[in-house]
């Protein structure tokens, strides 16, 4: 089975900073794009940031432009989502996830499949 791991979540101030993780299992995906996407309580997923097989490019949402960034480690076969200045909109279950073809990055959750079992992400005010 492939596995993806989400770590890093918590609960903190506005403001402040959280690192999320994402470690795949049971295969690689160094050819495969990558994504983050979250979800809070009655909303739809949506998505949060992608970046593409190699790294060389990379998809934000407009409400976290400049305040998250998505890369990816392929040796380790992981992503991270390193989120600064956040704001309790920001209050959300994220979820990492992968495509199963290589190459880009894709827009929509229906374009990945493989998803991890998500981390909470709580910000007060």
């Known amino acids: 089975q492939v596995q993806l791991a989400e770590s890093g979540g918590g609960l903190l101030q506005a403001g402040g900073s959280l690192r999320l993780s994402c470690a795949a299992s049971g295969r690689t995906f160094r050819n495969s794009a990558m994504a983050w996407f979250r979800q809070a309580p009655g909303k739809e997923r949506a998505i949060v940031a992608a970046?593409?097989?190699?790294?060389?490019?990379?998809f934000y949402a407009d409400f976290v432009k400049g305040r998250f960034t998505i890369s990816r480690d392929n040796a380790k076969n992981t992503v991270y989502l390193q989120m600064n200045s956040l704001k309790p909109e920001d209050t959300a279950v994220y979820y990492c996830t992968a495509r199963r073809i290589a190459g880009t990055y894709a827009l929509t959750a229906g374009e990945y499949y493989y998803w991890g079992q998500g981390t909470q992400v709580t910000v007060s005010s």
């Open positions: 970046i593409s097989w190699n790294g060389g490019s990379a």
